[in-house]
């Protein structure tokens, strides 16, 4: 037996004892908290020599006991899950049966692949994949084509305007000096015209680089060294070409997956490897559920639901006694059991008799 299936025996060894102490605390819990009921009280009735600190100590270690459980499922569940795993480096992945299975599974993949009609359908698939890298690069191209259009343009745009922008500043200087003033507001009714004239010829010149930039950027756009045409025509259509070529490769893959499904069956050597692959998983399982390690912790399992039952019962029990002796100390106890995964336990929770 591998060192760590000894540790988990021997975890389990102390986990059996843990669930005992449990069970005998809940027992001495529940008997010392009724002991004084009388004939005819309810059995939560409270011992009247037990201090609210007794009570609020006892709530405190069910609340540590119940969060204690969680991890304890977790530990099983995972000794569960290793057992039945079968690829990788886990103790249930390298006994074994882990290994016949791993290498009957192989064995099927091996054969599916080998087979003609594979082969042909996955050929299909590299060559689409082949297509996809080349036109992905034509996209690549166009883009920096695209890109370098627009960046030519833009300069252009920005050149026009600043241009635009100096020539209409020193019209409005030379009108100003002409007519002998500083501002235009103080300009004559005469020279008024002029000087809108000027903001006027500014703006269209400015719309005219603008529509130069829209023109260049959308339509008409050649790349350096490459055929004339339109750049985003091109674009679109290799975009378009490109996800026709993902759809048939798609189809392709499900093509693929369904004729592996099929051959599996079908064809007669692949579907005899195939059974051979099920009784070894069907060995591994049944030999790893067989381990004491994972016994146990299908055991535990089974018996948590039980524990966690009996330990809020009798926290039910505790709480009301608390609360009924001090109402302010609520919060603290809902902290308690907010840490024991009650977090959501309302009152119709905690009122169950």
């Keep these: ?24 605390s809940l027992t001495v819990t529940r008997m010392a908290f009724a002991a004084d009921a009388t004939v005819g009280e309810p059995k939560e009735a409270v011992a009247a020599d037990t201090t609210l600190a ?5 709530f405190a270690a069910l609340m540590n006991t119940r969060a204690g459980l969680a991890e304890r499922v977790r530990e099983s569940q995972a000794v569960i899950r290793e057992a039945r795993d079968t690829t990788g480096q886990s103790e249930g992945r ?3 049966t882990g290994k016949a299975y791993r290498e009957a599974a192989i064995r099927v993949e091996q054969a599916l692949d080998a087979h003609p009609r594979i082969k042909q359908v996955q050929e299909q698939i590299d060559e689409a994949q082949a297509k996809k890298v080349e036109v992905g690069r034509q996209l690549a191209e166009i883009s920096d084509a695209r890109h370098n259009v627009r960046k030519g343009a833009s300069k252009q745009f920005n050149t026009a305007v600043a241009d635009a922008g100096a020539a209409a500043e020193e019209a409005r ?10 501002d235009a507001k103080d300009l004559t009714e005469e020279d008024q015209p002029k000087y809108r004239a000027i903001h006027t010829r500014l703006t269209n010149e400015i719309a005219i680089a603008r529509g130069a ?29 490109f996800a026709e070529i993902e759809q048939e490769q798609a189809e392709l893959k499900t093509e ?3 004729l592996r499904k099929t051959l599996r069956t079908e064809d007669p050597s692949i579907a005899t490897l195939q059974e051979a692959a099920r009784e070894a998983t069907r060995t591994h399982a049944s030999t790893m559920a067989a381990a004491p390690d994972v016994a146990e912790a299908h055991a535990f399992i089974r018996t948590v639901n039980t524990l966690r039952g009996d330990i809020d019962r009798e926290a039910r029990v505790l709480r009301r006694a608390i609360l009924a002796d001090d109402p302010a100390c609520e919060a603290e106890l809902n902290v308690l059991a907010q840490a024991a995964g009650l977090a959501l336990a309302g009152d119709d929770f905690w009122d169950v008799k």
């Design 1 to 24: 037996m591998h060192n760590h299936n000894r540790r988990m025996l021997v975890g389990w060894g102390v986990r059996t004892t843990w669930v005992a102490c449990i069970a005998a």
């Design 54 to 58: 007794d009570r609020k100590a006892a």
């Design 94 to 96: 390298n006994s074994e």
């Design 173 to 182: 200087q030379a009108l100003l000096k002409q007519a002998g003033v500083r």
């Design 213 to 241: 930039l829209a023109q260049a950027s959308a339509t008409n756009a050649v790349a350096a060294g490459s055929e004339p045409g339109d750049i985003l025509a091109r674009f679109e259509e290799a975009k378009a070409h």
């Design 256 to 258: 693929m997956m369904q």
